[in-house]
């Protein structure tokens, strides 16, 4: 099950993530498609609230579920208050529980780590995926007050004027992608960087998989 959104006020949606990719294009970087961990972990932890949740784990089986950053309710009347506590609570819940488990008796590992080669291990690339995904979300969204206030930095709006057109174009490109039915069964809809960090892409990915896992696209590509 996911979240179901009013997508006739996208803008909430892509405002949020905006407030996190605002902060993380606020100053120059760059990216090399040889770049190692460290460089994609520094990359995606830019501007992210949740990125110590996302750090490596003192101990095995200690992934954890990120606090919100704002109330249950605060995503209202976009997404109502129960629903984001079955998704926050329950299905994130179960997803952590099991990537616990999964790596049990294992060293711990950063869970963006894990998503490089989550396709050949298993019950990491759901648990593990659902984690990191659920995560990103969660740390993506803001509410409507905050969003109205977050100015789009000048770097990135070139970025997405030369990607997309427009933002408004973007906008509309994103909720074709991520209308009923234009992903079968469950997915995720990102916009991201390319390895090259000159152009934004949007992508879908099945079930939990996510565009950091080698295989699930072209090239591995930053949320």
């Known amino acids: 099950k996911h979240i179901k959104t009013n997508m006739t006020k996208f803008s909430l949606a892509v405002s949020a993530i905006l407030v996190g990719s605002a902060a993380a294009w606020s100053t ?3 990216m090399k498609a040889d770049a190692g961990v460290d460089s994609r972990r520094n990359i995606l932890q830019k501007g992210a609230a949740f990125a110590a949740g996302l750090a490596a784990p003192a101990a095995a089986g200690a992934y954890a579920v990120p606090d ?3 109330d249950f309710d605060a995503l209202e009347p976009y997404i109502d208050a129960p629903t984001m506590k079955i998704h926050h609570d329950k299905h994130h819940g179960t997803y952590v529980a099991n990537i616990n488990k999964a790596t049990e008796g294992k060293d711990p590992v950063p869970i963006l780590d894990l998503m490089a080669d989550a396709l050949e291990a298993g019950p990491v690339r759901n648990s593990g995926g659902g984690h990191y995904n659920h995560a990103f979300f ?3 969204m803001t509410p ?3 969003a109205a206030k977050t100015k789009v930095s000048d770097q990135l709006e070139a970025l997405i004027n030369k990607s997309f057109g427009s933002m408004d174009e973007m906008k509309a490109q994103f909720e074709a992608r991520a209308a009923p039915g234009a992903l079968f069964g469950s997915g995720w809809v990102w916009i991201c960087v390319n390895q090259a960090g000159d ?3 949007l992508v879908g990915t099945p079930n939990q998989d996510n565009p950091l896992m080698k295989g699930v696209l072209d090239e591995v590509m930053f949320p």
């Open 199 to 201: 152009e934004l892409k």
């Open 28 to 30: 120059p970087m760059t």
């Open 144 to 146: 409507a007050d905050k």
């Open 68 to 70: 919100l950053l704002y």
């Open 138 to 140: 969660w740390d993506e």
